[in-house]
């Protein structure tokens, strides 16, 4: 099927040269569906659906128009590229259209590639990409709902390796962005990528024992991210969470706010409106520290006895469910160096892998890689070793630093945790 998607995209486009139009793309959809019906213990209907959805879009200069079709006969892709052409002159100009430069991405890549391999002390590339991604959602229903949504984004990432053999060590760098604007330097992304590698040559292990960890704000919004999985409606519906009682308690130390907010301009997570055709708002999860509600779609909302909060999503192939959008923890007057000298002697986590979560209980166990502070400063990069805590006691003793980039979806600082159980040598 693939190959023949790409048979008619190619046949469009070729079908729009021929036609004159200075610039085209071309999407080629197939769908296959089949449902049946039982009565009594016998089958009653059988339906079977499939076809093949096509579009094209001319350009011509600043001026851009697009056709569609369910015919792949070429006479029809020749009318479709004509009828385009002749739409796209006497479209009104549109400053902002336009393709993507044939070589822009792989210059990209190119470039943070070679930015990493001239740092001292890295040996290879592992790899280095950039991409261009754009996707456009409606949704309509017989209540009497019709909206839609598109949205864009540019990325480019570097993953380096530093040390040779089991010496080597890897770290990466990478940059997304809905706005091509707003994108790092390549050259900037593979010098941090192949900086990072380098620093955590001679990684060993660290002491083990109960010590204060600072997770680096790379790897810090996955502890907001056990939170906001724990007051999702769904596991509070089913009783599996270790804050299915905790509505109305403090969950995070005073003065701190948990805030989604899904209409932040240029995040990629932004909606006008939830998978369900609910208005979305923005709104405290936590404020000052204490619970605010849960995260809610219509089904589990009717479950809970509450309305829903417009935080439903949904693929093509499943129903509605419940999930949170951007969010914003409030951050701190410190920067992480000075959280680094506050801790005196303990572990700075930039890496996690695995992960051991109860989702009942809020037990925490994960491997981690990273830096051994002693004296409040870096001493030396470790790896293979594990944390452990409590989720609902490691959440009420954070420390928030200053560090968080605004453009994420889930803007969280560098955390300081006291206390965890660290398993090293």
Same mark, same amino acid.
């Given at each position: 099927m693939a190959r023949d998607l790409e048979?008619?995209?190619?046949?469009? +486009?070729d079908a729009a040269r021929r036609a004159g139009a200075e610039a085209a793309d071309a999407i080629a959809v197939a769908g296959d569906s089949l449902s049946i019906e039982v009565r009594d213990g016998a089958l009653e209907q059988a339906e079977r659906a499939e076809g093949?959805?096509?579009?094209?879009?001319? +350009?011509?200069?600043?001026r851009q128009a697009c056709v569609s079709a369910s015919d792949v006969r070429p006479e029809t892709f020749a009318a479709m590229a004509e009828r385009a052409v002749a739409m796209a002159r006497e479209a009104p100009e549109d400053p902002w259209c336009g393709l993507a430069a044939p070589a822009e991405r792989e210059a990209a890549a190119l470039a943070a590639e070679a930015a990493a391999l001239a740092v001292p002390g890295v040996s290879k590339m592992d790899s280095a990409g950039a991409g261009w991604r754009a996707s456009e959602v409606f949704l309509a229903a017989t209540n009497g709902f019709a909206g839609g949504y598109a949205r864009t984004s540019r990325s480019i990432q570097a993953v380096a390796i530093a040390g040779e053999g089991l010496?080597?060590?890897?770290? =990466?760098? =990478?940059?997304?962005?809905?706005?091509?604007?707003? +994108?790092?330097a390549p050259e900037a992304i593979g010098r941090r990528a192949g900086e990072r590698a380098v620093a955590r040559t001679g990684a060993g292990k660290p002491p083990t024992g109960a010590f204060p960890v600072l997770f680096d704000e790379r790897v810090a919004a996955s502890l907001i991210g056990h939170l906001v999985q724990a007051i999702n409606g769904?596991?509070?519906?089913?009783?599996? $969470?270790?804050?299915?009682d905790a509505l109305g308690e403090r969950v995070l130390p005073a003065g701190i706010d948990l805030v989604e907010d899904p209409l932040r301009p240029r995040v990629a997570? $932004?909606?006008?409106?939830?998978?369900?055709?609910?208005?979305?708002?923005?709104? +405290?999860?936590?404020?000052?520290?204490?619970?605010?509600?849960?995260?809610?779609?219509?089904a589990t909302g009717r479950q809970l006895g509450l309305a829903s909060t417009g935080n439903a999503v949904r693929g093509t192939s499943a129903p509605p469910s419940p999930a949170a959008g951007n969010l914003a923890l409030t951050q701190g007057p410190d920067g992480r160096d000075a959280l680094i000298a506050r801790m005196g002697t303990g572990l700075l986590v930039t890496g996690l892998i695995g992960a051991s979560i109860n989702p009942t209980t809020g037990d925490y166990s994960r491997g981690a890689s990273g830096f051994w502070v002693e004296n409040?400063?870096?001493?030396?990069?470790?790896?293979?070793?594990?944390i452990a805590g409590n989720l609902r006691a490691m959440l009420a003793t954070i420390v928030p630093g200053n560090d968080a980039r605004p453009h994420l979806g889930r803007v969280a600082p560098s955390l300081l945790v006291d206390g965890l159980v660290v398993a090293g040598a």
């Amino acid at each position: 099927m693939a190959r023949d998607l790409e048979a008619l995209a190619a046949q469009m +486009l070729d079908a729009a040269r021929r036609a004159g139009a200075e610039a085209a793309d071309a999407i080629a959809v197939a769908g296959d569906s089949l449902s049946i019906e039982v009565r009594d213990g016998a089958l009653e209907q059988a339906e079977r659906a499939e076809g093949v959805d096509v579009g094209l879009r001319v +350009l011509m200069g600043r001026r851009q128009a697009c056709v569609s079709a369910s015919d792949v006969r070429p006479e029809t892709f020749a009318a479709m590229a004509e009828r385009a052409v002749a739409m796209a002159r006497e479209a009104p100009e549109d400053p902002w259209c336009g393709l993507a430069a044939p070589a822009e991405r792989e210059a990209a890549a190119l470039a943070a590639e070679a930015a990493a391999l001239a740092v001292p002390g890295v040996s290879k590339m592992d790899s280095a990409g950039a991409g261009w991604r754009a996707s456009e959602v409606f949704l309509a229903a017989t209540n009497g709902f019709a909206g839609g949504y598109a949205r864009t984004s540019r990325s480019i990432q570097a993953v380096a390796i530093a040390g040779e053999g089991l010496a080597m060590e890897r770290d =990466y760098a =990478y940059d997304d962005r809905t706005h091509a604007a707003d +994108l790092d330097a390549p050259e900037a992304i593979g010098r941090r990528a192949g900086e990072r590698a380098v620093a955590r040559t001679g990684a060993g292990k660290p002491p083990t024992g109960a010590f204060p960890v600072l997770f680096d704000e790379r790897v810090a919004a996955s502890l907001i991210g056990h939170l906001v999985q724990a007051i999702n409606g769904a596991a509070i519906a089913r009783g599996a $969470s270790w804050l299915k009682d905790a509505l109305g308690e403090r969950v995070l130390p005073a003065g701190i706010d948990l805030v989604e907010d899904p209409l932040r301009p240029r995040v990629a997570g $932004s909606r006008p409106f939830d998978g369900e055709g609910l208005p979305v708002a923005r709104r +405290l999860l936590v404020a000052d520290g204490v619970l605010q509600g849960w995260t809610l779609d219509l089904a589990t909302g009717r479950q809970l006895g509450l309305a829903s909060t417009g935080n439903a999503v949904r693929g093509t192939s499943a129903p509605p469910s419940p999930a949170a959008g951007n969010l914003a923890l409030t951050q701190g007057p410190d920067g992480r160096d000075a959280l680094i000298a506050r801790m005196g002697t303990g572990l700075l986590v930039t890496g996690l892998i695995g992960a051991s979560i109860n989702p009942t209980t809020g037990d925490y166990s994960r491997g981690a890689s990273g830096f051994w502070v002693e004296n409040g400063a870096i001493a030396r990069p470790v790896n293979e070793c594990t944390i452990a805590g409590n989720l609902r006691a490691m959440l009420a003793t954070i420390v928030p630093g200053n560090d968080a980039r605004p453009h994420l979806g889930r803007v969280a600082p560098s955390l300081l945790v006291d206390g965890l159980v660290v398993a090293g040598a």
